[in-house]
C-alpha cells in the first residue's frame, strides 16, 4: 500500500469552479506535507506547503491540514484551463529520514 | 536563482545495457533526490544523498546504483537496463531537510 494516497485520479470541472483534491498519510511519523504542481512535458514546481493544523490561502489556493488524522487537502477556486495539471502530495518527517515521498497524483482538467 | 540541468534529456538503451544518467546543480544545495516517474504517475523516490559522498536508499533502489561525487552533482546508474521500459527520471536538490525541490527537466528513457 502506498504511503501517500491521492483522491481522486482525475478530476474535471468546469472554468470558474472550485476544484477539491485530497491526500492522505498512512505514515504516522510524517509531519509535512507539500502540493507540487506539474504541467504536461514539465517537471513538478511547488505550489503550497503546510506543517500545521488549520488553512492557508495563497490567491486562490486554499490547503487544510489535519494532522490528526494526517488528512490534507487542496482546493483551487475560480479554476482556471491554465490550472489543468497533475497534482502532487508529498510527505516528510521532521526528524528521522529525510525522504520526501510523493502520492501518484490527481489529474486535474479544467473545460473552458 | 539556480539551476539543475541533466543530461541526456533522451536515452535509449539495449536490454541488459548498463546506463548512466548525470545530474548537476548550481544552487549549491545539501540535498539531492532522484525519482523516477512512469508516464502520467506520481514520483517514487530510488536514491537520496543529504550531503556529498552520502547514499540514501529510496523504496525504488534495487536495480540501481548512485553516486554523489561532489556536492553538486549527483549521478544514477541503471544496472541491467529492462526491456520495454520507459520512464522519465527526475534529478531535485533542496537546501535543507523539509525544504522544497527544485527539479531538473528530467532523462527519458526507452530500453528496446
Known amino acids: 500500500q502506498q504511503k501517500v494516497q491521492q483522491s481522486p485520479e482525475s478530476l474535471i470541472v468546469p472554468e470558474g469552479g472550485m476544484a477539491s483534491l485530497n491526500c492522505t498519510s498512512s505514515d504516522r511519523n510524517v509531519d509535512y506535507f507539500w502540493w507540487y504542481r506539474q504541467h504536461s512535458g514539465k517537471s513538478p514546481k511547488m505550489l503550497m506547503s503546510i506543517f500545521s493544523n488549520g488553512e492557508k490561502e495563497e490567491g486562490r489556493f486554499t490547503v487544510h491540514l489535519n494532522k490528526a488524522s494526517l488528512h490534507t487537502s487542496l482546493h483551487i477556486r475560480d479554476s482556471q484551463p491554465s490550472d489543468s495539471a497533475l497534482y502532487l502530495c508529498?510527505?516528510?518527517?521532521?526528524?528521522?529520514?529525510?525522504?520526501?515521498?510523493f502520492g501518484s497524483g490527481t489529474q486535474l482538467t479544467v473545460m473552458p | 536563482g539556480g539551476i539543475i540541468t541533466q543530461t541526456p534529456k533522451f536515452l535509449i538503451g539495449q536490454e541488459g545495457q548498463k546506463l548512466t544518467l548525470k545530474c548537476q546543480q548550481n544552487?549549491?544545495?545539501?540535498?539531492m533526490y532522484w525519482y523516477r516517474q512512469d508516464s502520467g504517475k506520481g514520483l517514487r523516490l530510488i536514491y537520496y544523498?543529504?550531503?556529498?559522498?552520502?547514499?540514501q536508499k529510496g523504496d525504488l533502489s534495487e536495480g540501481y546504483d548512485a553516486s554523489r561525487e561532489k556536492k553538486s552533482s549527483f549521478s544514477l546508474t541503471v544496472t541491467s537496463a529492462q526491456k520495454n521500459e520507459m520512464a522519465v527520471f527526475l534529478c531535485?536538490?533542496?537546501?535543507?531537510?523539509?525544504?522544497?525541490?527544485?527539479f531538473g527537466h528530467g532523462t527519458k528513457l526507452s530500453v528496446l
Open positions: 508529498a510527505a516528510s518527517e521532521a526528524s528521522g529520514s529525510w525522504q520526501l515521498i
Open positions: 544552487f549549491n544545495h545539501d540535498t
Open positions: 531535485a536538490s533542496s537546501r535543507d531537510i523539509n525544504e522544497r525541490l527544485f
Open positions: 544523498s543529504i550531503t556529498e559522498n552520502d547514499l
